[in-house]
């Protein structure tokens, strides 16, 4: 970080700043699953709930780290959430971790994307950025993939179709009885989802389905013990044309189911969040706060800096520390 970073962190300006915010999630912003065997129970559906109730069940779940359960159901299905701040890119550094319910060989890998507040309206309605994880460039993944669940009654199986022109379904079993499409969304008769599909990681080993962990880069793909394995760094952000964005902080998370699978007696694949945490508070909160806090004056800029402590150069879009000639520095959002 450059020097005037450290003179704010040492000022003791943002030292009380950081004990009011927490690394784990604030709320939920958005829960649209695609359907599937655990839906309509975690979190549980009652007849006449809402988006909004299921948006609110979802936050009482995993806000604050209460690590309940929030299932994604099968491809596509998603969720959004945000910090009650901004998440630094800290170079060199993973930046946040999510947490799942997965165990070895049995992952459920969720693609993972982040999105900037732009526009300042606190809502996760601004360009969306992939993390690219291992599986990215693999010629087995299947970039602009989209599919359609149609919904024709209840309790049957749930029909899916794909821009592939392959089809199929999200089968039913004994072992979970209520109906697998999201009840509150149903009113539309089918769910379309769109994004990036990764191979599949499931092999049959005798009887036993064995679902693999891909190398890094997905949500519910390693065990909650393994922390750098459920990490991610915001330096792996693309645009929708694959190429390498910089970031220097994200507001918003989504996660997706990212394979297209169904393993026999286990059922379709489906992946499940518990909880994220920000990886470093400090970074996070205190140069914000700081900057914040501070009030602007008219000055002349020297310098400006993104929040790594990079300095700028040209046209630059998106949040920067502005250095002034009177010695403030102030945030500003281009």
Not at 87 to 99: C, L, R, T
Request: a negative charge; glycine letters at 8%.
């Amino acid at each position: 970080m450059k020097s005037f970073f450290t003179i704010l962190l040492l000022s003791g300006v943002t030292v009380s700043a950081t004990a009011q915010h927490t690394k784990y999630i604030q709320a939920v912003d958005e829960y649209v699953p695609a359907p599937g065997q655990f839906v309509n129970t975690l979190p549980e559906y009652e007849e006449s709930n809402t988006a909004f109730d299921m948006v609110q069940k979802c936050t009482d779940a995993l806000a604050d780290n209460r690590r309940g359960l929030v299932t994604l159901g099968a491809y596509g299905g998603y969720i959004t959430f945000h910090f009650d701040h901004p998440v630094a890119n800290v170079a060199g550094q993973k930046d946040f971790a999510i947490w799942g319910n997965t165990f070895y060989d049995s992952s459920e890998p969720a693609i993972v994307m982040v999105s900037v507040d732009e526009n300042g309206n606190g809502m996760p309605d601004d360009t969306w950025y992939e993390l690219a994880g291992s599986e990215y460039n693999n010629p087995a993944t299947t970039h602009n993939y989209m599919i359609t669940y149609k919904f024709e009654s209840s309790l049957k199986d749930i029909a899916w179709r794909d821009n592939r022109e392959q089809s199929g379904s999200i089968a039913r079993n004994e072992y979970h009885e209520q109906e697998y499409f999201p009840l509150w969304l149903c009113e539309g008769g089918d769910l379309t989802f769109q994004g990036t599909l990764l191979p599949g990681n499931a092999t049959l080993m005798g009887t036993t389905y064995i679902l693999s962990e891909y190398e890094y880069g997905y949500a519910d793909n390693y065990p909650n013990n393994v922390k750098d394995g459920c990490s991610m760094n915001i330096e792996w952000a693309v645009d929708a044309e694959g190429n390498s964005v910089e970031l220097d902080h994200i507001d918003f998370v989504r996660c997706y189911t990212g394979v297209n699978q169904y393993c026999g007696p286990i059922g379709e694949t489906s992946s499940e969040i518990s909880g994220a945490e920000d990886l470093h508070l400090e970074e996070s909160i205190a140069i914000a706060t700081a900057i914040e806090t501070m009030p602007q004056q008219r000055a002349d800029v020297v310098a400006r800096y993104d929040l790594s402590g990079r300095q700028l150069q040209g046209s630059v879009k998106g949040i920067q520390l502005i250095k002034m000639s009177d010695g403030r520095i102030i945030k500003q959002i281009k």
